[in-house]
């Protein structure tokens, strides 16, 4: 036991967003119960990384008498369980089974919602950065589950847009920036909107887009859109 500096969460002030998680390079912290938690001290290194990203000011630093950091196990967890621990143990609405009651309708022959896809492919890994697509288009940039999760997606941000798809939480965010960055620079891009689910990890994506907006040195119209679980649109 070392005495050294700490992350503390004041229960009364986390609502369990989990913003504070993806922050954690380290893996240190989970949403377990509805709540921020230290899963292990010797995970956090007490340079508080994760205070900044938390909303409500539930995140400190102090100094106390605790295991001391241990990079090496960082490393085995972070390599070994930690995409287990986020996908199967965090406990956030992502995770989670549920079942989404909504009444049964006839199907009306002839109303068929339109495709509005104007370009492929979409999926951000596969487009290419000089995409003559890309010119000078709005670029929606829509987290996987939002696009079955929203019913008015096609004509809401489909429409008339660019559109490149990802998942904040199980692909390679790192490739993306650099992606991202090279669209955004070169592609004359005119706005750019981030879809996402209300779940925590889906707030990954919003901070991707806008940690390249300001590397790309981008003056650019910005929004996000949070849709919830149950498919109502936030804002």
Not at 158 to 163: P, Q, V
């Amino acid at each position: 036991m070392v005495v050294r500096k700490i992350i503390r969460i004041d229960e009364a002030k986390c609502t369990g967003c989990g913003q504070c998680v993806t922050a954690c390079a380290e893996g240190a912290l989970e949403i377990i119960d509805g709540k921020a938690r230290v899963v292990k001290e010797s995970f956090c290194d007490g340079l508080g990384a994760c205070i900044g990203e938390c909303p409500e000011g539930a995140l400190t630093i102090e100094e106390r008498d605790t295991e001391g950091f241990d990079e090496e196990a960082v490393k085995r967890h972070r390599e070994g369980h930690a995409r287990k621990n986020r996908i199967e143990k965090c406990g956030c609405p992502s995770s989670s089974p549920m079942t989404i009651e909504k009444p049964t309708r006839a199907h009306a022959h002839g109303k068929e919602q339109t495709a509005r896809l104007s370009h492929w492919p979409i999926q951000l890994t596969l487009v290419p950065e000089n995409a003559p697509f890309l010119k000078g288009k709005n670029l929606i940039v829509l987290a996987d589950c939002a696009a079955v999760a929203y019913g008015d997606i096609q004509n809401r941000f489909i429409d008339g847009n660019a559109i490149v798809m990802c998942c904040p939480k199980l692909d390679d965010i790192e490739p993306y920036e650099r992606k991202l960055e090279s669209i955004i620079r070169n592609a004359g891009i005119r706005s750019i909107s981030v879809v996402h689910m209300e779940v925590p990890c889906c707030f990954g994506l919003h901070r991707l887009v806008t940690k390249t907006l300001e590397k790309a040195l981008g003056k650019i119209p910005y929004r996000q859109f949070v849709i919830g679980i149950k498919g109502d649109i936030k804002n």
